[in-house]
């Protein structure tokens, strides 16, 4: 019964979703007040029945409903209950609901919180996304119902895969989504905009925050995904520029370049096309990630239930959406104008310069990750395309952007004179440099050494705090009022990019030592036997037989001693879960302010040994660190009190391009 | 004219993509397909006097098949290698890859030899001639000593009736 209310609710969701696509677009374009209004309360109506799909999808899972086939797939009974929710988005199905359920709640969000804005513009904006929702119900609808019927009704589920079994992977997919979804606003924006032919800076100041808040959402999913690969998979990498990865990764680039470019054409009206165009891809990246990962045309170690007639209808959509918002680009973006002009050197070219950069990296990264298909499909050759060209080639090109992150801040609008940028960032420079060369001598080398390489990669490191701090303190410095009541009078939107650009140089500092300085080891050790590595001793105490609710495992102790004083003991297991008989190495990890200490469980090897995986990591955490400051700047950017404000006092701007007047503010 | 750029690209990588939902990415041909077999020499598991020679094979339809004794899916395909063997003029052959002798011959007296003879690859390198990524993987090879087709992981008796008895039967 409750699976067939789910299937109801979708189909509800579907007429709904087609009512809020054309009449208030219709009603936009000729004025017709009372379908403009419609907008609004079809975006809740949409939302209820998306969500109260998702909630029978939960119920029978959370029920043991094994008459429902996407839960006899994907669940077990002696599955904790937590996991059997988290198993809804565990596969292909269920993770499309949550993928439209998200996309109706950011709906609902606009929704609710746009009072601000002329109601003919909201209406084309919900117009928009009730079609991305049209597109999903439908593939869900008929290519992909979770809530299929298994007759007769399977007397147990088959578990769910023991890999997603874990805290990590019940946030990923939610968070990731929350990201890929929330650039579909951004996108609904841009195309509202050309739709009604207005792309003033008005435009671009809506968008913002709402597009920072994806982006916050969509590095948070990343660093999870990231953190889950580590932790689960046992290789002890966190990265493998896998082409899922890269399918979530490119958005971020694009997203990134997107949030940069929406600032000038909200400070100067300048780079107007260019941000419509950046939105437009972000989005339509995320759209090609969802078709790479669930059509089969790429082989990845994240491949869902992998079937060519899904494939084909998602191209279909993704050709639908992007193409259509490609080809309304084409018509309408050479009316929109330039905006304020500005010299060769000054924040907009710099900021221009950092929209080539990052678009460029991401188009690497798509060449990369198609190529092994388009090399199939033109020459018949199988080829496999991994990190040595994604290293060789994304890292050269992100040192500009590096570099340029720390000038922008500082450098004015419409132009910025060298010797001006150069007396402000001189001590910047100072300390980077300082650091890349006394660092060196204070971390431990590692094996291999320090090699140009990392020193230029901590000079980076070092100039992406030292110019954000240095930013900081020169706008402190010397106010009436003393250095405090000057700190508290800066916008948040300012420390968040002060804490974002921090941020990416402890994310560089912490991937360079990782990756380049980790020590590790793989061997057989005797019970009681003990290694040393990196400093560390390592003593294995043997394996004893444990039971979890739905596996049994052999768990190991290791006891990890420096110097003679005791740091950690580590207790990686080895699992079979029973449902599956599948085995999993679960690996222990002592995370550290400085160092991450690793050991996984190998294969048993004759009596009472053991092979062990162990790896000394330095300054591993710095990278998940940096990442979360990133999250935490675009949480505070997207959260500035000037966008909160227009809730209250401001009158809703008028249909016709007036600019909104903003508050004088000092930079960011 | 640059504004209509962005929708021209994107219409070139839809059309690429179209076309890649035909192709199987999982699917790897073997690069030594219609080559000649690569040379063995090696010693048999059983009689380590003789030793297995391709040339020697000429003239006949024969399969190589690598195996382990520390390998679960060869011992899984190994009932339907025993079918096999010998019906229909069917020669198989093994090569024991990265394996220890005397747990190979345990192997095989346990569960069943369905080869005439298995040479004993002990470090591999023939597996490398081969081109061998995992085990178990089946050569077909021709009467003139070609590799004519490629099957890597187990047999089924699905996978013998459909895809390797036919390309035999057109050898034979």
Known sequence: MIPEIGVFSLVLALLVALVQGTLPLAGAHWGVAGWVRLARPAALGQFVFAAMAFACLAWSFLDNDFSVLYVASNSHAELPAAYRFAAVWGGHEGSMLLWLCLLTAWALAVALFSRQLPDAYVARVLAVMAWLGVGFLLFLLFLSNPFTRLMPPALEGRDLNPLLQDPGMVVHPPILYMGYVGFSVAFAFAIAALLSGELNAAWARWSRPWTVAAWMFLTLGILLGSAWAYYVLGWGGWWFWDPVENASFMPWLVGTALIHSLAVTEKRGAFRSWTVLLAICTFSLSLLGTFLVRSGVLTSVHAFAVDPGRGLFILAFMVAVVGGSLLLFGWRAPRIGLGGRFSVLSRESLLLANNVVLTVAAMAVLIGTLYPLALDVLAGQKISVGPPYFEAVFVPIMVPAIFLMGVGPVARWKQAPLPELARRLRWALAASGAAALLLPLTLPAGPRGWSALSTFALLLAGWAVASAATHAWQRFRGAPGGWLDRARRQPRGWYGMLVAHAGIGVFIFGATMANGFDSRQELKLQAGESTALAGFAFRFDGVAPVSGPNFDAQRATVRVTRKGEAVATLHPEKRIYRARQMALSQAAIDVGLTRDLFVALGDPAGDEAWTLRIHVKPFMAWIWAGCLLMALGGLLAATDRRYRLDLAARPAAVVGGATATLRPQEGA | ?172
């Open chain 2, 1 to 172: 004219m640059r504004f209509k750029l962005p929708f021209a690209i994107f219409i070139v990588l839809a059309i690429l993509l179209a076309v890649g939902l035909r192709r199987d990415p999982k699917l790897l041909p073997s690069a030594l397909i219609d080559k000649p077999a690569p040379t063995i020499d090696l010693p048999l598991l059983h009689d380590s006097q003789q030793v297995l020679k391709v040339e020697s094979l000429r003239g006949q339809v024969w399969l190589l098949n690598v195996w382990a004794s520390w390998c679960a899916p060869c011992r899984d395909e190994l009932p339907v290698l025993l079918e096999l063997a010998g019906k229909d003029g069917v020669r198989l052959y093994g090569l024991n890859y990265k394996d220890k002798s005397d747990a190979a011959r345990t192997w095989l007296q346990r569960w069943g030899n369905p080869y005439l003879g298995s040479a004993v690859d002990s470090d591999g390198r023939i597996g490398i001639d081969y081109g061998v990524y995992g085990v178990p993987e089946t050569f077909v090879i021709d009467r003139a000593g070609r590799i004519r087709y490629k099957h890597p992981g187990p047999i089924t008796a699905e996978i013998w009736r459909d895809r390797l008895l036919p390309v035999v039967r057109s050898l034979q």
